[in-house]
């Protein structure tokens, strides 16, 4: 069955959003919305540092949507909602996303990733367990190629069957929800699908991640930091083509399956920020600097740093008719034109609090 038509005759589902103010959750969350209109989203974020509640603001009011701030550990509370809500599907993107601040602080990542995945996953097996009739009930674990480690030139993109091999806090922790999720498959029956996808970009990207922070630092004429010698290689999805593989798998997706997601561009650090400047000094109106490129400088490297992911996703096109539909330069140019019009988003993220992470880490 081809993607598109997962949407027709089908029963509207009740959707738990965990992390659904962040990044990837708040793309999902307007994805989702537009598509199935019938269906309830009740959000369930903390929001952290990186939580926005304006990345929602046109849903809140809508009769079809709930916000609650709330805390994935809280296992009373999501007790609370699954039942009060009659949830039948959990999204799960709530964690702690940066492996830079992973480096400086691991232990909010064992608490929310590991922990708060863990809490989820009881909750929902006892929900699931009390129902007549749970056949469509689905548990979606939104993870990340990381937790495969890293590749070197030559070898085979990652496939769903290859070992796991995470090399930071950030990656280890993911890891290891990965691993529950697939347990409670095989020793529960849960309906758990896990999803691992590549690096992705586009509007609402907090401003501590590669693109987001590249395209800010131009627009302020400041210097466009590349870790190391900038050869390190990963793979980009536009996040809209990332929601729609979501979508492919909460449908048409086998429980206890894993799917790789990604976008096949293998692109070097440095290759994408000299595309992104160029990009920039073709769209701005008013730079500070032109052209970006000179901004460029090369700072000392992440420790751990993987050096390369490539994401093999002929599973999910095979079985689910799932492919990117956006190419990497029309990404790059939307996500450039989104920051360009979105100073009044950003603006206020970049607090004294970031500013003192962003000297810790590029000191
Ligand atoms: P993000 O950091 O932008 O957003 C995370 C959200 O989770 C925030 O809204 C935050 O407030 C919320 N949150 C954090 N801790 C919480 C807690 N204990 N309880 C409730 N809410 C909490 O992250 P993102 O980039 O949108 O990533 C979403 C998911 O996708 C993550 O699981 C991440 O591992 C995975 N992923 C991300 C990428 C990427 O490129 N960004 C790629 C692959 C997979
Ligand atoms: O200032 C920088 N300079 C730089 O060279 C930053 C912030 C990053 N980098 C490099 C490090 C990586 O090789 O750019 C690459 C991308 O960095 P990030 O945007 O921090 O992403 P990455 O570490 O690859 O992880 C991302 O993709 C996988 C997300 O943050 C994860 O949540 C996701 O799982």
């Given at each position: 069955m081809s993607h598109r038509e997962y949407g027709k005759n089908r029963k509207p589902r009740r959707l738990l959003v965990t992390g659904g103010a962040g990044f990837i959750g708040a793309n999902f969350v307007h994805y989702w919305s537009a598509r199935y209109a019938s269906d309830r989203l009740v959000i369930l974020d903390a929001l952290t540092y990186a939580g926005n509640r304006n990345n929602l603001r046109e849903l809140e009011g809508r009769e079809n949507f709930r916000f609650v701030q709330g805390n994935i550990c809280d296992r009373h509370l999501v007790d609370i909602l699954l039942k009060e809500e009659a949830i039948d599907t959990i999204a799960h993107?709530?964690?702690?996303?940066?492996?830079?601040?992973?480096?400086?602080?691991?232990?909010?990542?064992?608490?929310?990733?590991?922990?708060?995945?863990?809490?989820?996953?009881?909750?929902?097996?006892?929900?699931?367990?009390?129902?007549?009739?749970?056949?469509?009930?689905?548990?979606?674990?939104?993870?990340?190629?990381?937790?495969?480690?890293?590749?070197?030139?030559?070898?085979?993109?990652?496939?769903?069957?290859?070992?796991?091999?995470?090399?930071?806090?950030?990656?280890?922790?993911?890891?290891?929800?990965?691993?529950?999720?697939?347990?409670?498959?095989?020793?529960?029956?849960?309906?758990?699908?896990?999803?691992?996808?590549?690096?992705?970009?586009?509007?609402?990207?907090?401003?501590?991640?590669?693109?987001?922070?590249?395209?800010?630092?131009?627009?302020?004429?400041?210097?466009?930091?590349?870790?190391?010698?900038?050869?390190?290689?990963?793979?980009?999805?536009?996040?809209?083509?990332?929601?729609?593989?979501?979508?492919?798998?909460?449908?048409?997706?086998?429980?206890?399956?894993?799917?790789?997601?990604?976008?096949?561009?293998q692109v070097k650090n440095i290759d994408l920020v000299r595309t992104l400047c160029k990009i920039m000094d073709e769209m701005a109106p008013n730079l500070p600097v032109r052209p970006c490129e000179q901004l460029i400088v090369f700072v000392k490297d992440r420790p751990g740093h993987d050096r390369r992911y490539a994401i093999d996703a002929t599973k999910i096109k095979t079985e689910l008719g799932w492919m990117p539909s956006v190419t990497l330069e029309e990404g790059l140019r939307r996500t450039v034109e989104w920051y360009l019009k979105h100073e009044d988003w950003w603006k206020p993220l970049l607090s004294e609090e970031y500013q003192a992470y962003y000297r810790k880490v590029y000191a």
């Open positions: 993107f709530a964690a702690e996303s940066h492996v830079d601040r992973s480096i400086l602080g691991p232990a909010a990542f064992i608490e929310t990733n590991v922990i708060g995945t863990f809490t989820l996953l009881e909750a929902f097996r006892q929900h699931w367990q009390s129902q007549q009739n749970p056949e469509e009930y689905r548990f979606l674990h939104v993870s990340t190629d990381e937790v495969y480690g890293s590749l070197g030139p030559d070898e085979p993109a990652f496939t769903e069957t290859s070992p796991y091999a995470p090399n930071s806090p950030y990656s280890a922790s993911k890891a290891g929800s990965d691993h529950l999720a697939r347990a409670y498959f095989h020793t529960y029956g849960v309906p758990t699908l896990i999803t691992n996808c590549s690096n992705n970009y586009g509007p609402y990207h907090f401003p501590e991640k590669l693109i987001p922070l590249m395209c800010i630092n131009m627009l302020l004429g400041k210097p466009l930091p590349v870790y190391g010698d900038g050869q390190n290689i990963r793979d980009w999805l536009y996040v809209t083509d990332h929601c729609r593989a979501l979508d492919a798998v909460i449908h048409g997706g086998k429980p206890g399956e894993t799917y790789n997601i990604g976008g096949n561009n």
